[in-house]
């Protein structure tokens, strides 16, 4: 199984296209047969370590491995980092550890995914020392629907270049 880093660059405008920021997108293995993209929202506060994120896509691993193989045309998605790993249940029974074959610059050697339910909506926090390029800091609960309804729109560029494998 294989993780990445992918850095997706943010653009607004018709006519003239103007640099928004980055985010940051990690590709993980949910199950054999299924692999999640998910957007990193930002730094959870008061945990150092901490990332809540929002899952983009979901689907199996020879479509997101072609879809990475071939990044956008106009070079608004960055393959920053990829590397092989292994998942296991953690001991809770909630999430996944996973550990990393060869950490990089961006990868800690081992992380862990867990999903839980805020007001309906299901975040992700990944819990290990990444070195992302950009994220926001210190967002308390209240804070992570703001944080996934501002990317929101950009996603949706994201969601529909992954979909465009399956119609293939």
Avoid: W
């Avoid at 985010?23 to 929202?41: G, K, Q």
């Avoid at 990944?126 to 729109?153: H, R």
């Amino acid at each position: 199984m294989k993780t990445y880093y992918l850095v997706h660059k943010l653009y607004k405008g018709i006519f003239r296209k103007k640099f928004k920021g980055n985010m940051s997108v990690l590709v993980i293995p949910i199950a054999s047969f299924d692999t999640s993209l998910f957007s990193i929202l930002g730094i959870v506060e008061d945990k150092k370590d901490t990332y809540v994120a929002t899952m983009v896509s979901h689907d199996e691993p020879e479509l997101i491995e072609q879809y990475i193989e071939q990044l956008d045309p106009d070079g608004s998605t960055v393959l920053m980092a990829e590397s092989n790993c292994s998942r296991k249940r953690d001991s809770k029974g909630k999430g996944f550890i996973y550990t990393v074959n060869k950490p990089g610059k961006y990868f800690p050697k081992v992380f862990s995914l867990s999903g839980y339910d805020f007001d309906g909506e299901i975040y992700y926090f990944l819990k290990g020392k990444f070195n992302f390029v950009s994220v926001d800091e210190d967002l308390s609960p209240k804070q992570y629907k703001m944080a996934a309804i501002k990317k929101s729109a950009f996603l949706g560029k994201l969601k529909s270049l992954v979909s465009s494998f399956k119609r293939k």
